[in-house]
T-cell receptor
Framework: QKEVEQNSGPLSVPEGAIASLNCTYS??????FFWYRQYSGKSPELIMS????GDKEDGRFTAQLNKASQYVSLLIRDSQPSDSATYLC???????????FGTGTLLAVQP | SAVISQKPSRDICQRGTSLTIQCQVD?????MFWYRQQPGQSLTLIAT?????????ESGFVIDKFPISRPNLTFSTLTVSNMSPEDSSIYLC????????????FGPGTRLTVL
């Protein structure tokens, strides 16, 4: 079992729809969870961080964390073509300070 | 958030040579890291750059191949030694800020091609 798992996609959504990106992790001791956006040919850009169970909203982005289910998700409301990118889920392990990345989900927002 | 710069942004090198990548952060940070990202792949941690001491390498990466320096809290270098085409990749510097949130930011990356 991979430490951080994501569906590689591509996830295709129409413009204006809600995009839902999911991530599961294996280390129950994990405390910090992050979503990065990576455009093709660019480096990862931090867009959301979440540390407590529940939802955290920032503009059109909502991160959701369920530690009991070891599940973290990212919702993007009113998706725009400019949101088309690879979204990387990252989890900081409970026993170490290392950030473990999933393989990323490619999101394609269709105009 | 920390602003991170890297030099060079890209390079094309010959087999058997070495390349040193520089990473500069605009503020003091607690942790600095070096990652590799091969085409179409996710990020792989090479090592944690420790200020004033030897870097901590991940499994599969060794100091002789990837020597790392971190002379102060804002600067680090990664050398890719005795390069082969398999070393062609994007190398990313990353820094973790001093806030309690432990957010980690990335530099723009160095695209390395080895012929």
């Amino acid at each position: 079992q991979k430490e951080v798992e994501q569906n590689s996609g591509p996830l295709s959504v129409p413009e204006g729809a809600i995009a839902s990106l999911n991530c599961t992790y294996s280390d129950r001791g994990s405390q910090s969870f992050f979503w990065y956006r990576q455009y093709s040919g660019k480096s990862p850009e931090l867009i959301m961080s979440i540390y407590s169970n529940g939802d955290k909203e920032d503009g059109r982005f909502t991160a959701q964390l369920n530690k009991a289910s070891q599940y973290v998700s990212l919702l993007i409301r009113d998706s725009q073509p400019s949101d088309s990118a690879t979204y990387l889920c990252a989890v900081r392990g409970g026993a170490t300070n290392k950030l473990i990345f999933g393989t990323g989900t490619l999101l394609a927002v269709q105009p | 958030s920390a602003v991170i710069s890297q030099k060079p942004s890209r390079d094309i090198c010959q087999r058997g040579t070495s390349l040193t990548i520089q990473c500069q952060v605009d503020s003091q940070v607690t942790m600095m890291f070096w990652y590799r990202q091969q085409p179409g792949q996710s990020l792989t941690l090479i090592a944690t750059a420790n200020q004033g001491s030897e870097a901590t390498y991940e499994s599969g990466f060794v100091i002789d191949k990837f020597p790392i320096s971190r002379p102060n809290l804002t600067f680090s270098t990664l050398t890719v030694s005795n390069m082969s085409p398999e070393d062609s990749s994007i190398y990313l510097c990353s820094a973790q800020g001093q806030s309690s949130y432990n957010e980690q930011f990335f530099g723009p990356g160095t695209r390395l091609t080895v012929l």
